[in-house]
């Protein structure tokens, strides 16, 4: 059974992405699971590298950490719905990929082996004409996706800046109803 783990990463609770998110997933067959995380509402501590230090090897993940590292190992989908700041992902979103950095060195957590055949997807907006914009934001998470041998599903995106106008993008629209089901 496929379990979809979808990670809100907007600063603004109901935007574009989130509502271009959920249209996709609404399209999702009946047996599939959802779960929504809303990652400011899972505030996570800065993140502290520690790889060169002691033994470099990190605690267990416990608290908002704990919540998010078990979601992230139960779901065999995970979507990044994430707006694009500055070219990149919304700083919570960045704020979950860099505690990887230590479930990768935590014992016994195992975190690439777990994520290995996983597959990554992203639904994203932005506000400019240009596509090149996007190219940064697709890159970190493809490059995330093969480095832990997951499956990169490819991103939705969405053109909108004020709230509601990715109701405006037909092509967006259009693509939402058959992403999650034609890239399968």
């Keep these: 059974m496929r379990r979809f783990l ?7 609770c ?9 249209l996709a997933a609404a399209e999702l ?17 800065q993140f ?14 416990a608290g908002n950490e704990l919540v998010l590292q078990e979601a992230t190992f139960e779901a065999t989908d995970i979507v990044f719905v994430s707006p694009i700041y500055w070219y990149s992902v919304s700083a919570s979103t960045k704020a979950y ?7 990768m060195r935590t014992p016994g957590v195992e975190f690439k082996a777990r994520m290995r055949g996983k597959t990554l997807w992203a639904v994203t907006t932005f506000s400019d004409e240009d596509p090149k914009f996007v190219e940064p934001f697709v ?13 990169w ?16 993008d037909t092509a967006a629209l259009t693509q939402a ?3 999650f089901t034609t890239t399968q």
């Design 6 to 12: 979808f990670l809100l990463g907007s600063a603004r």
């Design 14 to 22: 109901g935007g574009n992405t989130e509502t271009l998110a959920q």
């Design 29 to 45: 067959p009946p047996g599939f699971k959802q779960r929504w995380l809303r990652l400011d509402d899972l505030p996570l501590e």
């Design 48 to 61: 502290r590298d520690i790889r060169h230090e002691g033994t470099g090897t990190y605690p267990p993940a």
């Design 97 to 103: 990929m860099d505690v990887w950095t230590g479930w």
């Design 139 to 151: 890159g970190t998470l493809r490059y995330c996706a093969e480095y832990l041998g997951m499956r």
């Design 153 to 168: 599903a490819g991103v939705l995106v969405g053109n909108s800046s004020a709230p509601g106008d990715v109701l405006r």
């Design 177 to 179: 109803r058959t992403f």
